[in-house]
């Protein structure tokens, strides 16, 4: 068992992990699927978030007292979070350049841009999950953002599988616009790279983000993942980023849809904790102590993400010995079903005529 799902508020946890997995799943789709979609959600709607963090921001240090209460400002305060949001969102708008062709999104040498800006995203949780395990090890201690956290071995573990990912992204070089003009293909990046990213990710978050990671490490995960497997094959990448930075911004204005504060306060019968709170409260925690805790399920699920990222690496590493193929400037799994089928979705030509242009 993962997570306390299981008592009087479980028809609430599951019901509203369906409703957030699901309005995932519609937004991205609008988002891919129409370029006034992408522009709205990506461009429009954070200029708009981005004037209003500055302003809670700038009212907060002139002591306003609405700013000092607001919710962005005293529970999103980290700068995880803001990382993670704008780190997403240039990968957005760096995905439609390319699908759309726009500006220096059809040059030959941006095909390496979503390689660089996923490696950055994992970065900035790699840099989480030691800073973690540096505050905390083995006992509580308290974020910035009223969050109770745990470290130990599992940040560890997981942040050397995260650095391990990076490596397990192949074909840089190969990323298309698609035949229909909606998606981003990156044939390469088949269900191999999307399950062990899915797993070292979900371990993140519930080392991490462990009051979030029911939605965020659950929901959040799935939600591009469905849509990878069943229709949009090559496009998982900017399904992933589409429904992070979507969900980054939502959670960023409204954390306490899903947040526990460290006193055990929850606003809504759906905010779940995982079973590193033993009891399914937070009751005994204190800075420095390691009362309630069991880290357990973050040490299994940790040691699994290191598992599968390296078995992923040694399968890169072996096919290169064998093809004399360079995994990253070439690609490494053209044999695979998926990645055939990705790959009959991209428009190369296309592609290759607006790099000429």
């Not at 505050?135 to 599988?161: F, T």
């Not at 397990?168 to 191999?192: A, L, N, R």
Request: net charge neutral; charged share 10%.
């Amino acid at each position: 068992m993962l997570f306390h799902v299981y008592g009087s508020n479980a028809l609430f946890q599951w019901g509203m992990l369906l409703i957030v997995l699901l309005a995932l799943i519609g937004l991205n789709e609008f988002e891919r699927r129409t370029k006034n979609g992408g522009i709205f959600m990506f461009v429009i709607v954070p200029s708009v978030l981005t004037v209003y963090f500055i302003i809670v921001g700038l009212c907060a240090m002139l002591g306003m007292k609405w700013a000092l209460n607001n919710q962005t400002y005293v529970y999103m305060n980290g700068w995880f979070h803001y990382a993670k949001l704008y780190a997403s969102l240039a990968g957005c708008i760096g995905f439609m350049m390319i699908k759309y062709g726009w500006g220096i999104g059809k040059k030959h040498w941006f095909k390496v841009f979503p390689f660089a800006i996923v490696a950055i995203n994992i970065l900035i949780a790699v840099a989480s999950d030691f800073e973690s395990a540096i505050n905390g090890w083995y006992v509580w201690w308290l974020s910035s953002e009223d969050v109770w956290l745990y470290g130990g071995w599992h940040n560890i573990m997981n942040g050397i599988a995260g650095i391990i990912n990076i490596f397990c992204m192949t074909g840089w070089w190969h990323v298309y616009t698609s035949k229909d003009g909606t998606d981003m293909i990156w044939p390469d990046m088949i269900w191999v790279y999307i399950l062990v990213y899915d797993v070292w990710n979900f371990a993140y978050t519930y080392n991490c983000l462990p009051t979030h990671t029911w939605f965020c490490g659950v929901a959040l995960l799935l939600a591009p993942t469905i849509a990878a497997l069943l229709w949009n094959k090559g496009g998982w990448i900017q399904n992933r980023a589409n429904t992070l930075c979507t969900w980054c911004m939502f959670a960023q204005v409204f954390p306490l849809f899903q947040e526990t504060l460290s006193n055990g306060k929850s606003f809504f019968p759906w905010a779940t904790l995982p079973v590193l709170y033993q009891d399914g409260t937070l009751n005994g925690i204190v800075a420095g102590g390691s009362a309630n805790a069991n880290p357990t399920m973050m040490t299994i699920i940790s040691a699994l993400a290191l598992l599968v990222n390296i078995i992923a690496l040694v399968y890169i590493i072996k096919k290169w010995k064998e093809t004399k193929v360079n995994p990253y400037t070439g690609e490494a799994f053209t044999n695979f079903k998926y990645y055939k089928q990705s790959l009959e979705r991209a428009d190369v030509e296309k592609t290759l005529e607006m790099e000429k242009s």
